[in-house]
């Protein structure tokens, strides 16, 4: 049974700093590539960002582009993002997903709040 398991979110201030993680199970992760996308309030889902295998090979919306950085340890079937410089309009449910095909699967996401 494939499970994602997305932590680390919260309450931040403007200018601040969170680094969500998300521990998968149940698939061979070090042989995917792995997303984090997020979805504001009254908003569709966004893809933040992409991760390839090895993590060698990163992408990013232009939106988080030099803010917000993926990493991953495969040893820990781990997958990161460290945001960076947040603002106020990163406030959103972040979730990690693994594509594949035409299928996705789906974390149950962890809020960030981003306000003063």
């Known amino acids: 049974q494939v499970q994602l398991v997305e932590s680390g979110g919260g309450l931040v201030q403007p200018g601040g700093s969170l680094r969500l993680s998300c521990v998968a199970s149940?698939?061979?992760?070090?042989?995917?590539?792995m997303d984090w996308y997020r979805q504001a309030p009254g908003k569709g889902r966004e893809l933040v960002g992409t991760i390839n295998s090895r993590g060698r090979v990163t992408k990013y919306a232009d939106s988080v582009k030099d803010r917000f950085t993926i990493s991953r340890d495969n040893t820990k079937n781990t997958v990161y993002l460290q945001m960076n410089s947040l603002k106020l309009e990163d406030t959103a449910v972040y979730y990690c997903?693994?594509?594949?095909?035409?299928?996705?699967?789906w974390g149950q996401g962890t809020q960030v709040t981003v306000s003063s």
């Open positions: 149940g698939f061979s992760f070090a042989h995917w590539a």
């Open positions: 997903a693994w594509p594949i095909g035409s299928e996705v699967h």
